[in-house]
Structures are given as C-alpha cells and as structure tokens.
C-alpha cells in the first residue's frame, strides 16, 4: 500500500529534524546529561516537526541503547513505538478529547508504572482544544507527576494554553523552517524516490509550504502523482492552478500602467484556465508587500523578501509604485480575499478588485486619494511630472469637451551664472525641504535634474524654474520667504528670493492658469469640489 512522502520521511532522530537545531540540541543534552523534565510544551506553526519531536523524545527516553541523546531505532522499545503498539506511550487528540471526564480518566491511568517501557508518555497534540475544566483537572498531576511519567504537550496557538499551564512546563518554540531547507529537503526525497525535480520547482514549492516541511512534502507528492516527466515549476503551477510569477509579474504591471483593459484580460485567461483566484490574489499581496517594503526600506529590506520573485523583479517593478498606492493595494487585495470565503461569484469580486486597482480615481476614499497624491509627489520628486493635451477618460460624469490646445513653451535660453559659494544651493534647498511640507517641499530637490535651480546675484536669489507649473507652484508668498531666511542665515547677509524663468524674468505668464482651467474642465474631483461649494 503506497504511503504518503510526509510519512514516509517523517524524522526518526533528532538528527533528522529540518531547521530545528536549537530546540534539538537541547532535548539531546538533557537526554545525555539525565537532566529531562517531567512536562514539556512544544509550540509552532503547523508542519514544523513538534509532533515528530515528541515521538523522537518518547522514544529517546525509552530507548536502551541511547545514542548521543538519539533513540537507535532498533530495540524492542524502539519498535514498539514506532508501531504504535506500546502502550505506555500514548499520542492523544486533544481536539476530540478535550472534556473533563477525558482528563480525569487519563490521571486515573498515569499513576500506574509502565509495563513495557520504563517511562509513561503522554503526547498531547493541539492541547489548546481542552476546555478550562479540563485543563484545570490536568494542573495537579503536571505539577506533581511520578517519577515515571512524562508529559509532552503540543500546539499551534500559545496563547490559548492558561499561564498556569505554561508555567510547570519547559517550553520550546519550533520556527518556520526556511525556504531554503525546505527546498533542500525535497531535493532529498525527490532523489529517493526517482522524482525529477528542478531546483527551481523545488523552490515554488518551498514557497508555498508556508515555512511548514509537511505540506511541501504533501504538495510534492501531489505534483509527482500528476506528471511523469521531470517536475518543473510551469508543471507545478499547472498542477496546483496557480498563476505563477510571471504571469502575476504582468498582472501587477498593467496595474502600475492604469492599464485596465489589459489587466482584466489577463483575469479572463487565468480563470479561463482554471487558475484559483484566492491563490492569485495571495501571490498579488506577497508581491505588493515585497514592494512595500523594498520601497520603505532600499537596503535592510533585500533580506526581508519573501521569495515569491526574484530580487530584481521585486526592485525594478516596485519603483513604479508610490508608498500610498502600495498601502492601497495591500488592504484592497486583503478585504477581497477575505470576503471570498462568503462570495457567491469569486470572479466578479475579482474583477471588481482589478479596476479599483487599477483607476484610484474611481473611490473618494481616503486611502484612494492619497494613493493619487503620493504618485503626484513622487512624480514631483523625480521631475517626471508632465501635462498633456489628452483629456482623461470618461466615467459618466465628466464632460466630453475637446482638450484646449496648450501653447508650446519657448525653447531655453541660457542659464544664468550663479555668484554664490561652492555648495550654497545645495545646503538652502536641503534646510528648505525640511522647512515646507509635500508637495512644495519636492521642488528642492538638490540635484541636477531638479525642476528647480537657485542661483545667487547680489541680494537676490533667484530660483530659476524649469517651467510654468514649477513657477506657479513655489511662488507664493510663504515659500520665498522661507528660501531667503535659510539663504540669510547661511551668507551672513540679508538675501531675498524670487521666482524666475531660465532668461531671470519675474512674470508668470498664463500657462498655469489654462491649465487649472483646463483642469477644472476635466477632473471629476473639480466638479466634485464646485458642486460642493
């Protein structure tokens, strides 16, 4: 009868235990010290090795030929747990015995020295499920238990264990096993049992095991159930109904082009393929906090990713997002997930995802509308930020009024020759930026593709804008005096500031004022702001 792979290559030594070296050392020093405590607690995620462990401890401190703290394996106590046919080690469900009366006939039976071991063990698995009454019974004899009898208990959810439980046992925390140990592993059992398979699946599945050895082998062995070839990562995506990176690299590329009608397109061939939506939108919000965090944090945050892409990937696609979008997108994607579990139709509420992705301006929410502004502020930033005579599209309410044409800008003329120190712009517009707020503050951009240059003549500085919007923008009243107090402070003398084109000419102009109409014209958020008013 075939047996599954999680079975098959559960440990039977401490040695064997993946990613779990310090809880292990431990148990093995106390086995070869004589040193062991009569309660253990082991807490983890699920498919970290806690049950293994227990059975491994079970059988350690039974074992008559111990060897360097592991269980040989091959003695009669060895055997007889193994098959499960000692009766002093006993493995107990706590989510189907979780009663009183449970308890209370398991401390009637611990007293009794063992009879064919020289320990009692009891192993209680997901000892969270007992009631109150039923932890309170098992206080005592943990407390004070005989001198043959041992508890090990385990679960998946510490907090739910009362203090006074934790508090008479030794307890060791199992982690996520790395992805890399997983994927080391599976290439292990895929050698033992003649499976072809390619690091680079052996990483997806590692991936998506969650930190948790036995569903990798589980999802292994569905994988190799369903090909007969060499097991490759399309192959597995295939298997599972996943998307897959690239595919979700495009998705999440459409959507930081706002290009809607391509990213539903590509929904309609995932789910046209049988793709499972819940799985592409948890590979969506892996990526989205892969980019969040490249964007938050440049260098710490390389060690931080999560794998579901290669780093390259996550750091090209995560500049074309902005902080607030990111922050949009995460919590977008996590009430859509959430809700499919109560959905009546999975693609429409995905579908429905994917445009609000896509068009911000569709909601007035907060989140949505300072996903608009932080894309503008980097824009600013980066001096990426230009208009066009396009109008934007429509949704029903703006109006469909040709786009006035805007007068082409003069070419320039040449810069004007600063009279100012080594380094002075650069220190006035570094103290300015902290002294304004976004998105004024982007403008002082010290570089040289900055919309914005100061250059010093006499008394006067004047900052000499790339274009109108620029102009418009930072001649204000409040913004020039705060240039010429930090130029003052920094020359010694008074210096006033000004706002200027390339050729030193102090007059606006009208450019930013038919832009603002052309605006007005076209943005729903105008007419929105009028109707208001």
């Known amino acids: 009868m075939y047996q599954a792979l999680y079975r098959k290559y559960r440990p039977q030594t401490f040695d064997d235990v993946v990613g779990q070296q310090a809880v292990t050392q431990t148990l093995k020093n106390q086995l070869i010290?004589?040193?062991?405590?009569?309660?253990?607690?082991?807490?983890?995620?699920?498919?970290?090795?806690?049950?293994?462990?227990?059975?491994?401890?079970?059988?350690?401190?039974?074992?008559?030929?111990?060897?360097?703290?592991?269980?040989?394996?091959?003695?009669?106590?060895?055997?007889?747990?193994?098959?499960?046919?000692?009766?002093?080690?006993?493995?107990?469900?706590?989510?189907?015995?979780?009663?009183?009366?449970?308890?209370?006939?398991?401390?009637?039976?611990?007293?009794?020295?063992?009879?064919?071991?020289?320990?009692?063990?009891?192993?209680?698995?997901?000892?969270h499920m007992l009631s109150l009454s039923a932890f309170n019974a098992l206080l005592k004899i943990i407390e004070e238990p005989p001198e043959h009898l041992l508890f090990i208990l385990a679960t998946t959810e510490l907090h739910k264990v009362p203090a006074t439980i934790l508090s008479r046992c030794q307890r060791f925390s199992f982690r996520r096993i790395s992805q890399d140990d997983i994927a080391a592993r599976l290439q292990y059992v895929a050698f033992q049992e003649d499976i072809s398979l390619e690091p680079s699946a052996a990483r997806v599945l590692a991936r998506l095991a969650d930190g948790g050895l036995r569903d990798a082998l589980s999802l292994l062995d569905q994988c190799a159930s369903a090909t007969s070839g060499e097991l490759t990562a399309e192959?597995?995506?295939?298997?599972?109904?996943?998307?897959?990176?690239?595919?979700?690299?495009?998705?999440?590329?459409?959507?930081?082009?706002?290009?809607?009608?391509?990213?539903?397109?590509?929904?309609?061939?995932?789910?046209?393929?049988?793709?499972?939506?819940?799985?592409?939108?948890?590979?969506?919000?892996?990526?989205?906090?892969?980019?969040?965090?490249?964007?938050?944090?440049?260098?710490?945050?390389i060690g931080m990713l999560s794998g579901v892409a290669s780093d390259q990937e996550v750091q090209e696609l995560s500049r074309r997002f902005s902080s607030g979008e990111l922050v949009r997108m995460m919590s977008l994607i996590q009430s859509t997930a959430a809700g499919f579990t109560r959905s009546t139709s999975r693609r429409m509420d995905a579908e429905l995802c994917i445009v609000n992705l896509c068009r911000p301006e569709l909601q007035l929410d907060g989140e949505s509308l300072n996903a608009r502004l932080t894309r503008i502020e980097d824009q600013i930033r980066s001096g990426n930020l230009a208009f066009s005579g396009k109008a934007p599209e429509s949704n029903g309410t703006v109006s469909a009024e040709p786009a006035p044409e805007l007068p082409e800008e003069p070419e320039p003329e040449p810069e004007l020759?600063?009279?100012?120190?080594?380094?002075?712009?650069?220190?006035?517009?570094?103290?300015?930026?902290?002294?304004?707020?976004?998105?004024?503050?982007?403008?002082?951009?010290?570089?040289?593709?900055?919309?914005?240059?100061?250059?010093?003549?006499?008394?006067?500085?004047?900052?000499?804008?790339?274009?109108?919007?620029?102009?418009?923008?930072?001649?204000?009243?409040?913004?020039?005096?705060t240039v010429g107090l930090k130029a003052s402070a920094i020359l010694g003398r008074k210096v006033t500031a000004v706002a200027t084109d390339r050729t030193g000419r102090e007059n606006t102009g009208g450019q930013m004022e038919k832009l603002l109409q052309f605006g007005r014209a076209h943005s729903d958020i105008f007419k929105i702001k009028e109707n208001n008013e």
């Open 33 to 127: 010290n004589h040193r062991m405590s009569h309660a253990y607690l082991f807490t983890g995620s699920r498919g970290t090795g806690k049950t293994s462990s227990a059975k491994i401890l079970a059988k350690a401190v039974n074992c008559e030929n111990p060897q360097d703290g592991n269980p040989c394996n091959c003695c009669a106590a060895c055997r007889a747990i193994d098959a499960g046919s000692c009766m002093d080690v006993l493995e107990i469900d706590a989510a189907s015995n979780n009663g009183v009366d449970n308890v209370r006939d398991l401390r009637d039976d611990a007293v009794y020295t063992p009879s064919q071991v020289k320990m009692r063990v009891y192993i209680i698995d997901e000892v």
């Open 235 to 301: 192959r597995v995506y295939a298997c599972l109904g996943i998307a897959g990176i690239q595919e979700c690299g495009k998705l999440m590329a459409c959507i930081a082009d706002h290009d809607t009608a391509g990213a539903l397109s590509l929904l309609n061939r995932f789910y046209a393929e049988g793709k499972d939506l819940g799985a592409l939108l948890d590979e969506m919000a892996c990526l989205t906090r892969d980019y969040m965090i490249l964007k938050t944090a440049p260098q710490e945050g």
């Open 417 to 481: 020759v600063s009279q100012a120190p080594v380094g002075f712009w650069t220190e006035v517009a570094e103290q300015v930026r902290k002294a304004l707020q976004p998105p004024y503050s982007g403008f002082f951009a010290p570089s040289s593709n900055s919309p914005l240059q100061g250059v010093l003549q006499g008394n006067r500085i004047l900052l000499v804008c790339a274009n109108d919007f620029t102009r418009e923008m930072i001649n204000k009243p409040e913004i020039l005096e």
